[in-house]
């Protein structure tokens, strides 16, 4: 038979209150007879010389002390059971409430919340159960996100992708050098396929406890500025202006070299996103005692202030409309602060709107890089 914590709780009370009353009425019967006795000798020996049967024993007088010790013990002993009882069924509560609360958590109602009464080892579960609570709920609701961003995402190219087939197939398009530029197209539109999956590949490794970074040596003025030249095409097309600025002459630095272009490239790309013609995106080296400090600042849309503290969370949209318009899925900040803390740094931002953002990486000289055992191909 099925037993619960409160009526455990009682039944072990009722034992301890029964047994310690028990021993104490049996004590006290037991020494009774001796205490009266010795009051007896004490009354003697003072010169008071009371009748021979006056304090016998068996005398009515002693079994009526014994009969009040007895209702006495009865009488504590139901109010000791009331008691307990009373306060088992106060000190149980948050335990069914918490019980009631897991399961409405375990069939998906990730919205259930106990509220907080204690400050004892209940009140931490309680506080720890709605921790999780809120945690499901927002892990909850980023895949649901993440189903709609890539449903959106990847439906656009290949619609597009589709559309150039069927035109191809139907002999729509003709001529050789349209022929050429359709399917140039249909090759852009499956590299954003692959860089969508690539995305999602990546932050799902290197959310992984395991993921490790590869460092070496690098000259980091140098190594910047290639990647640079690379997305300058991009850059050149929108009339966007991308500069690179260093305020001394960088020393070597120890960080994973594809890693740090990943960075960088989703941060350029990023500020590329919100430009207009005309403006201008600049990178900027600062190296000191401390570390290496990496900005990236555009002269964009700029963020809203109340958006700001959640710009590094996955799946995660400033704008719906506008970052539909640019694409995305909305990891690429997520992949940057995961990379980034790899390398034990950290990365801030500052952002007004209408004046733009400025993301700045901290790289520290001391932070302790672990090798990964199978170091992955460059990007």
Same mark, same amino acid.
């Given at each position: ?33 001796? +205490? ?24 009515? @007088? ?5 009969? $009040? ?11 000791? =059971?009331? *008691?307990?009882? #009373? /306060? ?25 919340? #106990? ?21 499901? &709920?927002?892990? %909850? +609701? ?23 087939? &069927? ?33 999602? !590949?990546?932050?799902?490794?290197? &959310?992984?406890? +395991? ?5 070496? $040596?690098?000259? =980091? ?15 050149? !097309? ?36 919100? $430009? ?19 900005? #990236? ?14 710009? *590094?969370?996955? @799946? ?7 970052? %539909? ?10 992949? #940057? ?26 790289? !520290?000289? /001391? ?13």
């Amino acid at each position: 038979m099925k037993q619960s914590l409160q009526s455990k709780l009682l039944l072990s009370y009722i034992v301890i209150i029964l047994m310690t009353l028990f021993l104490v009425s049996y004590f006290t019967d037991l020494q009774i007879e001796q +205490h009266i006795a010795t009051f007896y000798d004490q009354l003697k020996n003072a010169g008071f010389n009371p009748p021979e049967g006056m304090l016998h024993p068996n005398d009515e @007088f002693v079994r009526t002390i014994q009969n $009040s010790i007895l209702y006495t013990g009865i009488g504590a002993a139901f109010g000791a =059971i009331l *008691f307990s009882a #009373v /306060s088992i069924k106060y000190l149980t509560g948050p335990v069914h409430r918490l019980i009631r609360a897991t399961k409405e958590i375990a069939q998906g109602n990730y919205h259930e919340r #106990v509220p907080v009464e204690t400050e004892d080892e209940i009140g931490e579960l309680t506080a720890s159960l709605n921790t999780m609570a809120a945690s499901l &709920e927002s892990h %909850r +609701h980023l895949q649901k996100q993440l189903i709609t961003n890539v449903a959106h995402e990847l439906a656009t190219p290949l619609t597009s992708i589709s559309g150039y087939l &069927e035109a191809l197939t139907d002999n729509v398009i003709e001529g050789e050098t349209k022929r050429k530029d359709t399917l140039l197209l249909m090759q852009e539109e499956a590299q954003r396929l692959q860089t969508m999956l690539e995305e999602v !590949r990546t932050l799902a490794a290197v &959310e992984e406890p +395991h993921y490790h970074i590869d460092p070496t $040596s690098e000259k =980091i003025e140098e190594l910047t500025e290639k990647i640079i030249k690379q997305l300058q095409p991009l850059f050149h !097309r929108k009339k966007v202006a991308l500069i690179l600025e260093a305020e001394a002459p960088i020393p070597d630095f120890t960080l994973d070299k594809n890693r740090y272009k990943q960075i960088l490239v989703n941060l350029l790309n990023n500020a590329l996103k919100y $430009s207009s013609s005309r403006q201008s995106v600049v990178v900027k080296l600062q190296n000191d005692k401390t570390g290496l400090t990496v900005e #990236v600042k555009d002269q964009g849309d700029g963020i809203p202030e109340a958006d700001l503290p959640y710009i *590094f969370e996955r @799946f995660y949209r400033v704008d719906a409309s506008r970052t %539909r318009a640019t694409g995305g899925l909305g990891i690429g900040l997520a992949i #940057v602060k995961e990379l980034v803390e790899a390398h034990g740094g950290t990365v801030t931002v500052e952002s007004k709107v209408g004046e733009g953002s400025s993301f700045i990486l901290e790289f !520290r000289h /001391s932070a302790k890089l672990p090798k990964k055992e199978h170091p992955e191909p460059a990007l």
